[in-house]
């Protein structure tokens, strides 16, 4: 089965065609295909490929799902016998993708 590592967001997902993932905000709107360029390796069977530190002309495609946001987060702040205590939290913004599929300088991995 083919696959890739992209990365986005500061940070590396390994997909294949079908996945569907959770990346950082993206802006796009629900329903459009995006394109992922940054393509760090990929596989197909015992056939590797692996970029110096990208691979050129390797894209990854994929349809955004949904905008969404994380779980809360929360962190909370104490010191004993002090009277000292801060709660602070965030959610984190997501934007669901589904990778359509995987391309490598002009060929397409198929889905097996």
Do not use: C, N, W
């Not at 986005?8 to 394109?35: F, H």
């Not at 110096?52 to 955004?64: H, R």
């Not at 997501?94 to 995987?102: A, C, H």
């Amino acid at each position: 089965m083919a696959y890739a590592v992209i990365k986005t967001g500061g940070r590396q997902y390994r997909v294949a065609d079908g996945d569907t993932i959770d990346v950082d905000l993206l802006d796009a709107e629900v329903g459009k295909t995006t394109t992922f360029g940054e393509v760090l390796l990929h596989a197909d069977g015992d056939k590797f490929t692996h970029g110096d530190p990208l691979i050129s002309g390797a894209k990854v495609t994929a349809e955004i799902v949904e905008q969404r946001k994380d779980k809360k987060v929360v962190a909370f702040k104490f010191k004993r016998r002090k009277g000292y205590h801060r709660t602070v939290g965030h959610r984190r913004k997501l934007t669901r993708v589904k990778i359509k599929g995987i391309s490598i300088g002009g060929t397409k991995s198929k889905k097996t």
